[in-house]
């Protein structure tokens, strides 16, 4: 089945009946012989048994996963050590894997001829910003990958900080583990504790035309909590108070929805209340019953009757029952204020209920008090809240010292809505109960801490032996969150860095430690530091919030004259055009003869000139200068060029150059004796050099404008290693790209993918077309050897740029550079992630990123837009952290091939040999 499947696919794919007929009897012999081969090499530790013995063994360890497989004649699954894996002892058993952390898809190719092999992937929440653990498993995938098969893994990346990993063997491990390989993403923020939320609503069920208090009850996250609400009828939707209130003049079933948000995450909480018609209730006409007062065995209690009808409306009336101390003789001047609150007892008596109030009494003389309420009720009564009160007056006096009244502090102070709020108790008799309408509202203890969810003058009121104290609180929005910027940039040694802050509270100071100055105060800071790493400035507001940026500050050792870039660049009449300086001791100065402006400072520098010429900017810095030239035409669109510009190559390899621009009808011209042939016409020309050293090639329009390529060819001194030419190339939809193959064997095969109009080509020269914009890549193969052509399609519109390199590679800090064409000839560039600069303008552009990864830069003219890729790689050696797809400490750890591979940040790809290239050579011996 193995052998039909590929000859199938061949047949299918071969464009030629007679080769189509030759692929399929060489896929059946090498069906027969793949079938009996691999039965007969399985290893000796191999799993045995049939096929279905296998399969039911998969399927009672991996369960619904065994839909992944893909069962073989001849393959089993060959066991794995349950230790954790070398992967030095696997590089034979698969052949690659990718993995994007971005987007958390990755590959793995079993290359084993037998043996299939379980493999995995698994992403973990990083709960800490310096230590892997604990951590907490986010996602994963298994399967099983059968010899010659790619499976892909897809797994759910959490927006906090997280390793991935890949695991082999039947243990899969799903704790973190040293299995084969990790990613750690360190650029984002630490994972937090989930946030939950809740709510209620109060009362529940409830009247119509009622008050009704919605309340959110959010816990974990961290961070400020904000609020948002939406609900049914009359809800104030948009509210962002923890509490709000609402009346509604219907019945039914309300909802509420409360979204509570913290910096990282948000969720929702939905609650509900039913409304109730009011009906005609019978009115509260009788009277309330009361018992009489018994005092016997040290108690007192009184027994309360509501004799009306159960439904009579605002009939639920509160009494208390109270005994206090007396400490001085009856009917003296300071009876009533020299008490104190012994014990008491309230509740609530609503239409039909009979309720007993009790309380204790005291040794000494007493009073105790029969009232309406709830609240203990300090004498003297007024007005009609003091029902009845009884005194005896055989007991001897109190002997208690009468405690000071509470104090409340601070008196006064100022908070932000939903900010805590402390406040402390003195004096009294030691307890104290404290109100407010904050969150929460009641409290007890010498300290309480409250919040306040809308802004006002608030009182909170604290409460001990009868007697009271408030504080007052002026509660303001809370200002925007403060904000620190840039959050991250690089710096040389004792290079300036500065910093901005937005946002917070009050007066702001800084801090950067290690660094001159050190310390400062307003909205910005300016500070350097004296040695090399990873340093950081901080801005702190009056409220204690603060915000941090942090600083790379590179080595330098023995600073030299200072780089101007590009060192030569075109541009039209009043272009405006883009230097770059780097080296030097980060301090430039530019000057630009003929240029507006004609001078300025800083790393980079902008001017524009109003007549043609060739002009020079000059920059100096430590006292040395560097030159740029600009060579500036008139303005032309149709300017006729030449690319590309210049290329490298051995003698009697094969070079292509492309005309575009100009008024069309090219003709070529090489260097008349060196090159064969010297001359052609068309867009494209193909020529030879068979002697080495610096070669041109012209081009001329019609109306005879020139452009000018150069090749630097070098002797052949080694013709084994195979080459595909041009590496890269742009050219329109359904446009004829070529391709010529150098050194190799001779013998070459060409595939160019299903999207392209002839797919599969033979010998030296290969052209091809797409109708469809895109990148696309062109295999060639030659004797085991292969290499790979790139080609960018664009939509066929002469009058949109193209953006060239199409795709580079650099490190993390160098500086890579980009040069347009096409379009109306006035350009300009943005980049994306962290580029600096990040924006410019002119043919050519240059910029460098100060982290890892894939970026793009985009060149716009003539409202159209084209883009590059820079492939930026992480720097090593400073920390044992990169922020690329994997930790460098995985390579150090000797995690072997894929641990070194993920620690410089790059992805490596191992192409699967072309089927028809396999028949191909088979036919050939």
Partial sequence: MFGFNHIRRAFRASRYGKLA???????????????????????????????????????????????????????????????????????????????????????????????????????????????????????KDIKIVWPGQTASFDIDLPTCRYQSDLIIGPNLKWTPAKNLAGAVNLNLPVCEQPLKVSCAASPNPAKTDQTVTWTAAPTGGSGTYKYKWVGDGAFPDGATTKSVTAKYGGSGTKKATVTVTTPQQSVSATCSVVINEVTSDPTCSKAIQYGFIVVSGGTAKVTITNPNAVGASNCDKPFGLASYKVYSDHGSDEFLSTQKLFDNDSAIVSPGQTKTLNVNLPSCNYQVDFFRGTQPKVPPFYGSELISWIQNQSLGLCTDVVPPPPVCSPSSQSAFINENVNFSATGGDGSFAWTGGGSPATGDGSNFTTKFATGGTKTVTVTSHGRSDTCEVVVSPAPADLICTPTSQSVNVNDIASFSAAGGSGALTWSANGGSPSSGSGSTFQSSWGTAGFKAATVTDTAGHSATCSVQVNSVSNPTAPVCSPSSQNADVDENVNFTATGGNGTFSWTAGGGSPSSGSGSSFDTNFDDDGTFVVVVTSNGLSDTCTVFVDEDDDDDLDCSPSDQDAETGD???????????????????????????????????????????????????????????????????????????????????????????????????????????????RFETSFDEPGTYDVELESNGEDDTCRVRVVEDDDDAPFCSPAVQSASVNDFVTFSATGGNGSYSWSTSGDGSPSAGSGSSFGTRFLTSGNKLIFVTSNGRTSQCLVQIGSVLGASTVVTGPTETAAAAAGLGFLGALGAYGAVYRERSKKFLSKIARIVRR
């Fill in 21 to 139: 007929l030759v692929v399929l009897f060489a896929g059946l012999v090498l069906a027969a012989v793949s079938a009996v081969n691999l039965q007969a090499a399985a290893p000796a530790g191999a799993v045995g048994g049939t096929d279905e013995q296998v399969i039911d063994g998969v399927e009672e360890r991996l369960g619904d996963r065994t839909s992944d497989l893909q069962t073989q004649t001849g393959a089993v699954i060959c066991p794995v050590p349950s230790t954790d894996a070398e992967i030095n002892q696997l590089k034979q058993q698969y052949l690659k894997w990718t993995y994007n952390v971005l987007s958390g898809h990755a590959t793995v190719t079993n290359n084993h001829p037998t043996c299939a092999y379980e493999f995995g992937f698994k992403s973990f929440k990083i709960l800490s910003a310096t230590e892997t653990t604990p951590q907490s498993l986010y996602d």
């Fill in 654 to 764: 094969l070079v292509t150059f492309r005309a575009s621009g100009g008024s069309g009808d090219y003709e070529w011209e090489a260097d008349e004796g060196d090159a064969d042939p010297d001359d052609g016409d068309g867009r494209t020309f193909t020529t030879e050099f068979d002697d080495e050293g610096t070669h041109t090639v012209r081009v001329r329009d019609d109306e005879g404008h020139t452009a000018t390529c150069e090749v630097d060819v070098e002797d052949d001194a080694d013709r084994d290693d195979l080459s595909c030419s041009p590496s890269s190339q742009t050219v329109r939809v359904n446009e004829i790209a070529e391709f010529v193959a150098n050194d190799g064997t001779g013998d070459y095969e060409w595939d160019a993918g299903r999207d392209a109009s002839d797919r599969f080509g033979f010998g030296r």
